[in-house]
């Protein structure tokens, strides 16, 4: 029996309204035909301003999945978290938007996310998308040295200054920045900018963080050439550890543009490849600190045993764990009660601007083999045991 299945303490923070209410979410986004048709219907109204529609989102789908509209509405879910030793990541979820503007207020948006973090031990990490701060066209054009035009070359000098400046302002505040992965045909791009962040940054602790996807082959020998850079320059390196978001779309483009397949041959083998990153960072510990990003129970649980197995405390302060806030409750609420660093993060944003973020997470949610049977059988479970109280 797993270690995650006390729903008494993973559902600790949610009324049985509010576990009503999630239960008839994930039975409605569990059938994707019925999910199909929402979706390009719910992009279609959000885009062309139905505010009924909005409201019916801001009910549903946005609550669950996200901490409010603005970082002050989602102070009140960072509280509460807290409460229970769980950190919040504010994840500044507005996607899709390339302009210019867009990138400048974004980074604003993160400089003040670093300011509010300072010092506040219920904000542990402050995160950031690349394509937050640049278009995906202009990393993929670095990755591939193409020559830029002048006008691009300006564009990057701007995307390389607002790494620059988050960067500082996070080791100035001494709040960790962690930079989320994308699509591996722009991720050299990112890996080489936040590569060169942390050789800046990291020179006392990891202060810049990446993140790699062990979906995604050759990833340990990545990683072993990142801490031989390390060891050498003299500087400390920080990762967060997920399987990875983008496998369809991947494939997709391999078998299109016919090159090999970036991604592991199957689910298996990227299970094995994460289990040997969280193998491969334990046995680092002196140079490397890690966030374990995942759902997965038993990726989880390994981290655990191997921390277990080398006398490391819970709460050892290289160690992390985090899941996506509405989404296993089981595993990061297990692990706040047990003392561990554990984290959510915690999208916010205009509901009309985080509709893309939503609707991949309902995808997700019909996708990933057994997520929502999973949420809804802890659900079913809790409701009824509340029941049995009365
Ligand atoms: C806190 C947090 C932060 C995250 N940040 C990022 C990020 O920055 N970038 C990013 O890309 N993703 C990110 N993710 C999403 C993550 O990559 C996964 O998509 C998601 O968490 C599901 O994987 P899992 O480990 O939780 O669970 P599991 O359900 O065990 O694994 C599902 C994953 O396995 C992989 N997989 C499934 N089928 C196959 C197959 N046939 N062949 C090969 N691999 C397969 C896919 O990566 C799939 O998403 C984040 C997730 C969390 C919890």
């Not at 607002?162 to 699509?183: F, G, H, T, W």
């Not at 390196?237 to 494939?251: D, I, P, Q, T």
């Not at 764990?321 to 944003?349: E, H, R, V, W």
């Not at 205009?350 to 997470?361: E, S």
Request: glycine content about 6%; some cysteine.
């Amino acid at each position: 029996m797993s270690i995650f299945n006390d729903t008494k303490i993973a559902f600790a923070d949610k009324s049985t309204q509010q576990l009503e209410k999630a239960k008839w979410m994930f039975t409605m986004i569990q059938y994707p035909s019925l999910t199909g048709i929402g979706i390009d219907a719910l992009n279609f109204t959000i885009k062309n301003n139905f505010p009924f529609v909005e409201n019916i989102v801001k009910n549903t789908l946005f609550e669950q999945f996200c901490g409010g509209v603005s970082r002050e509405e989602s102070s009140k879910v960072v509280q509460q978290m807290y409460k229970h030793h769980i950190g919040s990541i504010f994840d500044y979820a507005i996607e899709g938007k390339e302009d210019e503007t867009t990138f400048d207020i974004t980074c604003e948006e993160i400089k003040q996310n670093i300011k509010f973090a300072e010092g506040n031990p219920a904000i542990p990490f402050v995160v950031f998308k690349p394509t937050g701060f640049g278009r995906l066209y202009l990393y993929t054009e670095i990755q591939k040295n193409k020559e830029l035009t002048n006008s691009e070359k300006q564009e990057w000098e701007k995307v390389k200054q607002r790494y620059l400046e988050v960067c500082q302002l996070a080791y100035e505040k001494n709040v960790i920045i962690m930079v989320d992965a994308e699509e591996s045909w722009m991720q050299s791009a990112v890996d080489d900018l936040v590569n060169e962040m942390m050789e800046k940054f990291n020179k006392e602790k990891a202060i810049v963080w990446n993140t790699i996807q062990m979906y995604r082959t050759g990833r340990i020998a990545y990683l072993e050439a990142d801490l031989k850079k390390a060891q050498e320059k003299n500087y400390f390196l920080g990762y967060k550890f997920v399987r990875g978001a983008y496998m369809e779309k991947e494939r997709a483009r391999a078998k299109e543009l016919n090159y090999p397949d970036p991604i592991q041959p199957n689910k298996q083998a990227t299970d094995d490849n994460y289990d040997a990153a969280v193998e491969f960072v334990l046995n680092h510990l002196d140079k490397i600190a890690s966030f374990f990003g995942t759902h997965n129970e038993k990726s989880t649980e390994l981290a655990m045993d191997k921390m277990k197995s080398k006398n490391l405390s819970n709460d050892d302060y290289r160690i992390h764990f985090g899941q996506l806030y509405g989404m296993s409750d089981n595993i990061t609420y297990y692990l706040g009660n047990q003392k561990y660093n554990a984290s959510k993060y915690l999208p916010y944003g205009p509901v009309k601007d985080v509709v893309p973020y939503l609707t991949r997470r309902a995808q997700e949610n019909t996708s990933v083999a057994g997520q929502t049977g999973r949420e809804l059988g802890l659900l079913k479970k809790e409701i009824e045991r509340r029941k049995n109280l009365r």
